[in-house]
Every structure is written in C-alpha cells, then in structure tokens.
C-alpha cells in the first residue's frame, strides 16, 4: 500500500498592535494563502500576536515546529517597536547581526533621501545565517533563515516579496478547486454535503452561504490536489443536487 502523498504546510504569524486594536485591517492571510495554495503548500494556521517579544516568540515556536515553512508579516521596520527580527532571532537561538548586503542596499536607497540614520539600518539587522528577499518597493528586504520566511507588514509590500520567493520553496501538489453555486439553504443539503465528501477522501468541501435578493443560496468550493478525484466530487455533487431537484451553477453565483 503506497504511503499518501506529503502535505506541505506553513503556519503564518501576523505581527501588530494596530491589527489588534482594528486600527488596520489585515490584507495579508488571504494573499499568502492565496500564493502558498499555487506553491503546493497549505496554510494551516494563522495567529495575530501583539508588539510583544514573548508573544511573537511563543508563536513562532510553535508554528514553526508544527509546519514545514513558518511566515510572519509585520514587525521588521525601523522603530523602537519593531522587534520581530530580535524575537525570531531569539526563538531559533542565533544572534542579531548586521546583514552587509542589507546595509548596502540600504544605503543605496538612501542616499537621496537623507543618508542611512540608526533607525533606518535596524532593517538591516537579521538572525544570523539568514539570507534577504528582494523588495522592489523599498530598500528594505525581506529575510529567510531556512524555513522560517520574514515578511513587511505593508499588503503591497508583502506582495512584492512573495513574487520574489515564487518557485523558490520546496511543497507538493498545487490545489485544485472547482465552485458550484446553488439557489438552497446549506441546511438542506448538508447531509448530503457530508456523503459526498466522505466518498472523496482526498476531497474537501467547503460551503459558503450568502443571502440575495430576498433569497439565500450557497456556493460550494471543493478541493483537491488530485485532478481526477475532483471532476468525480463535482460530478457526484451536481448529481445529488439535481437528483434532490436543486438547479446548481457551474462556477458559483
């Protein structure tokens, strides 16, 4: 009996005392899942952690045993609260240093724009071992140190430096996904839902209601790695559907 193929996962932490106080709403859990889903590696936990060493460090620890990539977002600018850098320094056991190339680009980047001052060459500083991600928005880069990836805070920043690491990380298969969209209360389905899903064992369905024009409906998004295995759930799904006298919507609605 062959073993089942590996799962690749990262655990994600966002860093910010402004995310938690609702002053800014995050914009970076959907586009790293969105981009770990085309790498071949699942997203499979997120924690929002305040500007607090310890914190940061209790959840980087346990994400990162628990996954194959651990990210963070936020954290690695140039103020006094910017401590990311120094709590997963600490949390793999390697000291701060000064990142020379980081420096460099930094002083590039600065040269117009007042020098490099104290506060501006915090963002050179990395765990040492790590090597930098390139940040075409500004001149302060991302770091790797192995599997453990720090990321800006900044949506558009985040972006950049996920299109820079694209292709670069080792995961399994992509996941696939077709939608289905049905005019019908998710109660009225969902035991069906379940027979389905647990007749597709590499299958997952995840149902999402809405409320329109007066009427409530759902789409249904399944997923899967395996191609074939995933035309057969939709096929049994839109069988059910129609089979329960439910008109069903290729593609959502």
């Known amino acids: 009996m062959s073993s089942p193929e590996k799962i690749w996962t990262a655990g994600l932490v966002i860093i910010g005392d402004e995310i938690l106080s609702g002053r800014t709403h995050d914009k970076n859990i959907g586009q790293v899942a969105a981009w770990l889903q085309v790498q071949g590696i699942r997203l499979a936990e997120v924690r929002v952690v305040p500007d607090v060493q310890e914190k940061i460090i209790e959840a980087v620890n346990a994400l990162r045993a628990a996954n194959d990539y ?29 990142h020379e190339d980081a420096r460099a680009l930094l002083e590039r980047y600065y040269a117009d724009k007042g020098g490099l001052n104290e506060g501006r060459l915090r ?8 090597e930098l991600i390139p940040n075409r928005m500004s001149g302060a880069p991302g770091i790797r140190r192995g599997n453990v ?19 670069k990380l080792e995961g399994g298969a992509p996941l696939l996904s ?26 997952q369905i995840g149902s999402y209601p809405f409320f329109r024009d007066g009427r409530v409906g759902a789409n249904f998004v399944i997923r899967s790695t395996q191609k074939e295995d995933l035309a057969s759930c939709v096929d049994s799904l839109t069988d059910g559907l129609a089979t329960s006298g439910h008109d069903f919507t290729p593609g959502g609605i």
């Open 149 to 167: 990836i720090l990321m800006a805070g900044v949506p558009h920043i985040t972006a950049g430096m996920l299109d820079a690491l694209t292709g």
């Open 70 to 98: 651990l990210f963070t977002t936020g954290g690695i600018g140039p103020t006094h609260d910017d401590i990311t850098v120094d709590a997963v320094s600490e949390a793999l056991g390697v000291p701060v240093v000064i």
């Open 123 to 130: 963002m050179a500083r990395v765990p040492e071992g790590a």
């Open 178 to 203: 077709e939608t289905v969209g049905c005019w019908v209360a998710e109660s009225e389905v969902a035991a069906m839902l379940r027979e389905v899903e647990e007749a597709h064992e590499n299958c």
